[in-house]
């Protein structure tokens, strides 16, 4: 698998939000994979309680925003 394909996988909400909820190194790698997709949709995030980041610190919140992919689409947060 390609990192470009990996990326695209890397992602996706449920995958960055099971690896919120492990370990550091876990985290980091799926940041790191994160960065090299190529997926140019919007991606939308909802950190309100009860949605999945509840276990998602301000550190790891600032990590996640400098990986994400460029894209011509700036992702929603809320």
């Known amino acids: 698998m390609n990192d470009a394909l990996r990326g695209v996988f890397a992602s ?4 960055l939000q099971s690896a919120c909820r492990g370990g550091d190194n876990e985290w980091l ?4 994979v994160m ?7 919007v991606m939308e995030f ?3 309680a009860g949605n999945g980041w509840d276990d998602l610190s ?3 919140a600032v990590e996640m ?5 460029h894209m ?3 992702s929603w947060m809320q």
Do not use: G
């Open 65 to 69: 925003i400098h990986h994400l992919p």
């Open 58 to 60: 301000a550190e790891r």
């Open 72 to 74: 011509d689409h700036p």
């Open 12 to 15: 996706t909400i449920a995958v």
């Open 35 to 41: 960065s090299k997709s190529t997926k140019k949709d």
């Open 29 to 32: 790698r799926m940041l790191a």
């Open 46 to 48: 909802d950190f309100s």
